[in-house]
């Protein structure tokens, strides 16, 4: 079972690049921004496809239902969980479109878009975060390693590897962190 062992280990050691990274002073950052949005009456949205849509979604239930503590549901939504609205614009004005066209509907000045896409390069993430800036929002992108996104985010979390799995893994860590870290902030 060596195999297994290397997985685990090549997951810890992903994390140990991260650690040597600035990636603690941006994820406080991050939490001061969120803590400041959600003071404001502003709202989080999330985008990210296939296994980032599931964490984008994982995060924002995090954020909308609880963490740890029993307390009021702050207003955080997966910008694709609506599967008509979805085959819509996508059948309509092409799948590249489908978060972007999400936002002109729902984003606005102070709002925050947690963009989230391994690559950093998917065609409707990129899309919805130009579309995020030109609303004033603030971007926030987790992604692998050099990337497209960087352009547009105002903070940015990159995973420091190409392994889809592992780039994963760790986006889920830094959601669950800042989850309990605006809630312990908001509610103690």
């Known amino acids: 079972m060596k195999e297994i ?7 810890i050691d992903t994390k140990k ?24 009456g502003n709202q989080v949205l999330l985008c990210g496809n296939g296994g980032s849509a599931a964490d984008a979604q ?4 995090e ?3 609880k963490f740890y503590k029993d307390r009021p549901a702050l207003h955080a939504e997966a910008l694709h969980v609506n599967s008509s609205y979805l085959t819509a614009v996508a059948n309509d004005y092409g799948y ?7 936002l002109e509907a729902k984003g606005k ?12 390069n998917s065609e409707n993430v990129l899309k919805a975060a130009q579309k995020a800036k030109e609303l004033e929002m603030i971007v926030i992108s987790m992604t692998g390693a050099h990337n497209a996104m960087a352009e547009y985010a105002d903070y940015r979390l990159e995973i420091p590897s190409t392994d889809t ?24």
Request: glycine share 6%; no cysteine.
């Open 17 to 40: 690049e991260l650690l040597a990274t600035d990636v603690v002073e941006t994820i406080q950052a991050i939490i001061k921004t969120m803590v400041g949005a959600f003071q404001s």
């Open 63 to 65: 954020l909308s239902g």
């Open 5 to 11: 062992r290397d997985i685990i280990q090549a997951s």
């Open 165 to 188: 799995p592992r780039i994963q893994e760790s986006h889920l860590l830094i959601g669950h962190i800042l989850a309990e870290q605006v809630e312990k902030i908001l509610f103690e």
């Open 58 to 61: 994982h995060i924002a239930s």
């Open 96 to 102: 590249a479109h489908v978060f972007s066209r999400a």
């Open 109 to 120: 000045k102070g709002d925050i878009l947690i963009a989230i896409s391994t690559s950093g």
